[in-house]
């Protein structure tokens, strides 16, 4: 009988696609959903701060409770930073790096105890999607990130941004655009920089995915404003992209992105941002609050600017110490309690943002349906906004146009 092999996966979305990666490779072992019955426990971790580092830990204690017969054996970002530690404490059987997933069946056959840590050069051949019903489909395009950013331990266990082959991607997206797919939302660690290593660009890939027959829709999980380039700017008027682009600032107050080791400045951006809005984009944002030297004043000049952005969307992220970094070392650490309070008047002002943009951008939208709940259907318009949508068809995984949503703070709503 084959041993079996139980997941546990930490982190982000990039580590739940690793996970997928490992799990089509098992050839001569079986997947299991129950840890108390695994011979192999696969800890997919995560190590982007330092309670992530102890989640992990206490995880891989856990298994030595529950299920002491079984091997541990640590993978992902974690195996990167604390591998050779878990490993030299006996606390786990094998190391595997990023570069090794591929690998993992014969890895798994392994009788003693190794510390296969690979190298951060190495770009899956395997294209991963993770599929939302039968309609949207997230395609994992590169991975890695150049950018060094002082709070982030990203690249030193991801290694530089490296770029999947254009062939593999548009064969990847023919195949589930035939199969019904329509949208598509390009991922990775730093997506914008797609293409750099091959000697092309998100802009390109764009275009290269938008000419795939059955392509409505183009999503790009996240870029940086100078990613943003005037060829990527002549594609804002094309019907197949999604009114909504998520552009990662960080913070508003300039002294604060100095510390940050950020490559954009709040003048450019609020160029950028106007120039994007009048297009009629809504435009979404990553923020971190209470990084450390953010004062009273610096958040002050921060808050201020945000009123100014046109800004619909945000992911607002409150600091959380990663030892080994630059950020890690900055003396002036903002209290919890201040950062909380920072973080909600944030929130706050973009929910009344989005509400201001929601209640002039309602008419004639273009919806695709998730899901359905208590009889009301639910998807995302062209503009990223949430709608409810009561109907007596069924519109599970359909595009439908909504002439004009009922605006409420919380949510669109129409009948149809
Ligand atoms: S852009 Fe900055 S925050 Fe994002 S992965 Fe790269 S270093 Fe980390």
């Known amino acids: 009988m084959s041993k079996k092999v139980y997941f546990k996966t930490f982190g982000c979305r990039t580590n739940q696609y690793d996970t997928q990666i490992m799990i089509n490779k098992l050839k001569e072992f079986s997947l299991t959903f129950n840890e108390e019955e695994a011979d192999i426990v696969v800890v997919n971790s995560c190590t982007v701060t330092n309670g992530a580092d102890s989640s992990v830990r206490g995880y891989i204690n856990s298994i030595g409770r529950k299920n002491s017969n079984a091997k541990v054996i640590v993978a992902g970002c974690g195996a990167h930073s604390k591998g050779k530690e878990l490993l030299d404490k006996g606390q786990v059987f094998g ?17 003693s105890s190794f510390y296969q840590i690979g190298d951060l050069e190495h770009i899956d ?7 939302i019903g039968k ?10 990130c150049d950018f060094r950013c002082s709070y982030c331990i990203i690249p030193y266990v991801r290694g530089n941004a490296r770029s999947l082959p254009i062939s593999q991607i548009l064969e ?9 797919f329509g949208e ?14 091959i000697g092309l660009n998100i802009a390109k890939l764009i275009k290269e995915i938008s000419k795939v027959r059955g392509v409505r829709r183009i999503r790009i999980g996240s870029l940086e404003p100078i990613q943003i380039t005037d060829e990527f700017l002549e594609l804002l008027d094309e019907p197949f992209m999604a009114k909504h682009l998520h552009i990662a600032l960080q913070h508003t107050a300039d002294k604060m992105l100095m510390y940050m080791n950020r490559r954009n400045s709040y003048k450019s ?11 009629g984009y809504a435009l979404g944002t990553d923020f971190i609050v209470g990084h450390p030297g953010e004062s009273g004043e610096l958040w002050q000049e921060a808050i201020d600017r945000i009123k100014e952005l046109p800004l619909t969307h945000i992911h607002a992220f409150t600091y959380s110490k990663r030892d080994n970094t630059p950020s890690a070392k900055i003396k002036e650490q903002v209290n919890g309690k201040i950062a909380k309070e920072r973080h909600k008047e944030l929130t706050q002002l973009i929910k009344e943002k989005n509400y ?3 209640l002039k951008n309602n008419k004639n939208l273009t919806i695709l349906i998730e899901s359905q709940k208590d009889g009301l259907y639910r998807g995302y318009d062209e503009f990223y906004n949430n709608i409810l949508v009561k109907s007596n068809s069924d519109l599970t995984h359909n595009w439908i146009l909504v002439d004009e949503a009922k605006v409420e703070r919380d949510s669109n709503y129409a009948t149809y």
């Open 95 to 111: 190391v595997m790096g990023h570069s090794e997933k591929e690998n993992i069946n014969s890895i798994l056959k392994n009788e």
């Open 125 to 131: 051949n395997t294209v991963v999607s993770e599929f």
């Open 135 to 144: 309609s949207r489909a997230f395609i994992k395009v590169q991975e890695g």
């Open 172 to 180: 990847q997206i023919k195949k589930l655009a035939s199969n019904g």
């Open 184 to 197: 598509f939302i390009l991922t990775g660690t730093n997506v914008g920089s797609y293409g750099k290593d």
């Open 269 to 279: 951006d609020l160029e950028l941002f106007e120039k994007i809005a009048s297009k």
């Open 356 to 358: 201001q943009f929601r």
